[in-house]
């Protein structure tokens, strides 16, 4: 009976390991442990054993079922749970939908460069205006000394809109920020120290180097005993802090309206050529006057320059163009 036992519990186990679902399992339960199990039968035959042959028969028959029984619970447990994760696996639902990990934006080029002027400046002290886009000639013009059918008005090719404001006075787009430099003085009482970044507009062609919408900053500076110098030290200083402390600028003579006298100013890299960035001066006691400051007690300075050309400078852009088509092959790159 032994040798039967041997291999009644080695075929079952085979069995049921070989088993590939529950209902596989079961099944095979009942033949090799049900009432017509070779097992059933054995036992069957213990009664016509002596008494010390059955004892032993009989421990050696429990012993087979119990470990037949004791694989098939282990191998249950294993196929539930297999069974339980394959139908979670297929019902499961992809709500996310992400293939690529997600790419993250950043702000563009023009507005990190207004940002990080606007860093250097309020780290000399400096406050920052704002102003309007949309604005009267007296703002973009006459209070600052270029009245109308003044030859200099040419200097800025303006888009004008088709309603006049509600004193009568025709409107145009700014074609820089130097209108901030009258709304900041309107409001505040010198000492003054502001910059004003912001939107312009130009009647230009684009081009390499134009855009009709661009972007400027301005400076304006109020106080007493302000001269040529302090001009001149600002734009150095700024120079450094911007562009690195191996850059040089410089001054030259140029004209402006609403500053006497006039400058343009350039940067210089170590070794490089002189760039030319933008215009400053010493404000005109006309643009005072215009603005109820008296010339007499009060001096200042102020300078201008396109946000985008310094970008373009920065970082080495060929085409200014490229700030606006918004390919992102581009844009990354910063
Ligand atoms: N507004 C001038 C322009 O757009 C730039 C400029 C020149 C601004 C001299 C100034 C200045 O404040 O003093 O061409």
């Keep these: 009976m032994n040798d039967q036992l041997v291999a009644i519990q080695a075929d079952a186990l085979a069995r049921i390991q070989a088993a590939s679902s529950v209902d596989e399992l079961t099944a095979i339960g009942q033949e090799v442990l049900g009432k017509r199990s070779d097992l059933v039968g054995l036992r069957k035959q213990l009664g016509g054993l002596d008494e010390a042959t059955r004892k032993a028969a009989g421990e050696a028959l429990n012993a087979t079922t119990q470990a037949i029984k004791a694989a098939m619970a282990d191998r249950e447990g294993g196929l539930a749970g297999a069974e339980r994760t394959a139908r979670y696996e297929a019902e499961r639902l992809d709500l996310t939908e992400v293939v690529d990990p997600p790419s993250v934006g950043h702000l563009h080029i023009v507005t990190q460069t207004w940002q990080a002027l606007e860093d250097i400046f309020v780290g000399m002290g400096y406050g920052v205006a704002e102003g309007p886009e949309i ?44 209108n901030v430099q009258i709304h900041v003085m309107q409001a505040q009482e010198p000492p003054i120290y502001v910059v004003a970044p912001g939107r312009t507009y130009r ?65 210089r890299p170590p070794g490089g050529d002189w760039l030319e960035l933008g215009g400053c001066g010493m404000v005109h006691p006309n643009v005072f006057r215009h603005v109820g400051i008296d010339p007499e007690e009060w001096t ?35």
């Design 203 to 267: 009647r230009d062609t684009t081009d390499a180097t134009h855009l009709p919408v661009f972007h400027q900053i301005e400076g304006l500076v109020v106080d007493k005993g302000i001269t040529m110098a302090d001009l001149a030290g600002t734009i150095q200083a700024f120079t450094q802090a911007y562009f690195g402390q191996e850059f040089e600028s410089r001054l030259r003579p140029s004209y402006f309206p609403f500053t006497e006298p006039s400058a343009e100013f350039d940067i």
């Design 135 to 178: 604005e009267t000639d007296w703002y973009n013009f006459e209070a600052l000394n270029i009245p109308d059918s003044h030859p200099a008005r040419s200097m800025w090719d303006t888009l004008w809109v088709d309603t006049d404001d509600a004193d009568g006075h025709p409107m145009l787009l700014r074609t820089h920020t130097s």
């Design 300 to 334: 200042g300075f102020a300078f201008g320059f396109g946000i985008d050309r310094l970008a373009k400078v920065r970082y080495a852009v060929d085409d200014l163009r490229e700030f606006v088509t918004s390919d992102v092959r581009f844009l990354e790159q910063f």
